[in-house]
T-cell receptor, first 113, second 112 residues
Framework: EPEVTQTPSHQVTQMGQEVILRCVPI?????FYWYRQILGQKVEFLVSFYNNEISEKSEIFDDQFSVERPDGSNFTLKIRSTKLEDSAMYFC???????????FGPGTRLTVL | GEDVEQSLFLSVREGDSSVINCTYTDSSSTYLYWYKQEPGAGLQLLTY?????DMKQDQRLTVLLNKKDKHLSLRIADTQTGDSAIYFC????????????FGKGTRLHILP
């Protein structure tokens, strides 16, 4: 069964460093998303992406964040200068044409020291 | 803004039914979801219901929707130890690339 994959599973970084979180969505899906879950809190929407551009972004997704689909298979989330409060589990999701069913990856746990 | 609320913990004896409740605020919600998260794992879509339905049954899972009260419930029949997880209630408007709004999750603990 096709699935969304994410790498790495755990990333530790120093405050102020740039990180890139990687996702490989399901191959025929067209819509891509990033969500995050701070420990003990809700899963929060960050951004949606379709047709090589951002469809919607939340207020969390400020200028420090960017997304890219560099090669037609990967979907990346970049945080330019990490802050302590960026520590969270980051989930990638994708969905296909004609459905709102979003399939989630296993997540990347980001720890900012 | 949109909000989804659910209780944080539920303990149930193995073999009993579990009922997890949720309320939401967005009257334009079209899809209502239940996701399951096992320790260290991602979010697994268990089931979803369209807002024009009252009930959906899928094997041991029954979803009930009271649209008037904006109340959603998930019933798990014959609860097993493998059902131990966090269950997230969620909603979206149903536009093809719309975000999903999640609750905080209910941790289901199974008693022997």
């Amino acid at each position: 069964e096709p699935e969304v994959t994410q790498t790495p599973s755990h990333q530790v970084t120093q405050m102020g460093q740039e990180v890139i979180l990687r996702c490989v969505p399901i191959s025929n899906h067209l819509y891509f998303y990033w969500y995050r879950q701070i420990l003990g809190q809700k899963v929060e929407f960050l951004v949606s992406f379709y047709n090589n551009e951002i469809s919607e972004k939340s207020e969390i997704f400020d200028d420090q964040f960017s997304v890219e689909r560099p090669d037609g298979s990967n979907f990346t989330l970049k945080i330019r200068s990490t802050k302590l409060e960026d520590s969270a589990m980051y989930f990638c999701a994708s969905s296909g044409r004609g459905t709102n069913e979003q399939f989630f990856g296993p997540g990347t746990r980001l720890t900012v020291l | 803004g949109e909000d989804v609320e659910q209780s944080l913990f539920l303990s149930v004896r193995e073999g009993d039914s579990s009922v997890i409740n949720c309320t939401y605020t967005d009257s334009s919600s079209t899809y209502l979801y239940w996701y399951k998260q096992e320790p260290g794992a991602g979010l697994q879509l268990l089931t979803y219901i369209f807002s024009n339905m009252d009930m959906k049954q899928d094997q041991r899972l029954t979803v009930l929707l009271n649209k008037k009260d904006k109340h959603l419930s998930l019933r798990i029949a014959d609860t097993q130890t493998g059902d131990s997880a966090i269950y997230f209630c969620a909603e979206s408007s149903g536009n093809r690339d719309d975000k999903i709004i999640f609750g905080k999750g209910t941790r289901l603990h199974i008693l022997p």
